[in-house]
């Protein structure tokens, strides 16, 4: 089967000189639900910038569907952003919107820009987000404005909106990190099983090295800009576990 996303050889260094990633390689297949795992400062964040292009590489390719993304800019770099979902620890929801609307501009990318600031959405992507919303179950929710809502409901409308750009791909960066345990498991529950029914892939940074096992069918695991391991997650060793996080045992023991 032909790769969804191809990584190679990718290398970043920031404007400081901090070599973030340094030549990392590995390709993504559809529906594959992959956790990246490492240290703080490992480069986690960087990788998953990088595919879609928050942050430009310094060198190396990320291959999409087959394109490029290097040399992609202007409307084709929109076009391949509206392909990949993403979702962040803080959420980055509009508070003043109500979560019907943060879900609704999941789809900002496929629409001209105009439409989306007179918020003419049609009647069917109004539907497929009030379906999206009551399977991670926001129901009650739908109306309300987003800065009514807890942290893990927050999170929930965050997911509903990368599921609303109907995207091949999702990035995930620490998702459930700012959340208490019940929250956590909901939220990783609502992106699993959503990615699993719609084939999505899933590239997700985790902290938690025991979430990373539960849902994953894959692990990579990064340390100092480097694949340290990439493989199915009963291969992760207790072993290698340590050695990942040598140095930062504290951040081990804290997840
Ligand atoms: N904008 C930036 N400028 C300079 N260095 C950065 C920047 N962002 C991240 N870094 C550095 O790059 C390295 C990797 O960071 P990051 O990708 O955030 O790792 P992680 O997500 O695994 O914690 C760290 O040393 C971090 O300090
Ligand atoms: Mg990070």
Not at 197 to 208: D, K, R, S
């Amino acid at each position: 089967m032909k790769p969804l996303l191809q990584v190679q050889q990718l290398e970043m260094e920031y404007a400081d000189g901090t070599k973030a990633l340094r030549g990392i390689s590995f390709d993504v297949h559809k529906g594959e639900f992959i956790a990246v795992i490492g240290p703080s400062g490992a480069g986690k964040s960087t990788l998953l910038r990088s595919i879609n292009r928050l942050v430009t590489p310094t060198s190396g390719d990320i291959v999409y569907e087959g394109e490029s993304l290097m040399t992609a800019k202007g409307t084709g770099l929109r076009k391949l952003r509206s392909n990949i979902g993403m979702i962040f620890q803080h959420y980055n929801v509009v508070d003043r919107l109500s979560v019907l609307e943060n879900v609704l501009h999941g789809n900002l990318g496929r629409m001209s820009i105009m439409s989306g600031l007179f918020n003419r959405y049609s009647e069917a992507q109004k539907e497929m987000a009030i379906h999206l919303l009551k399977k991670v179950g926001l129901e009650n929710e739908i109306r309300k404005r987003v800065d009514e809502l807890s942290g893990g409901q927050r999170q929930r409308v965050g997911v509903c909106r990368a599921l609303a750009q109907n995207p091949a791909l999702i990035l995930a960066d620490e998702p459930i990190a700012s959340l208490d345990p019940k929250s956590s498991a909901i939220v990783m529950e609502s992106i699993y099983e959503n990615c699993l029914e719609q084939g999505i892939a899933c590239l997700v940074n985790l902290h938690q090295v025991d979430v990373a096992k539960k849902y994953a069918t894959r692990i990579i695991a990064i340390q100092k800009g480097q694949i340290l391991f990439d493989g199915k997650p009963e291969d992760l060793t207790d072993e290698l576990i340590v050695r990942l996080y040598e140095g930062k045992e504290d951040e081990l023991l804290a997840s």
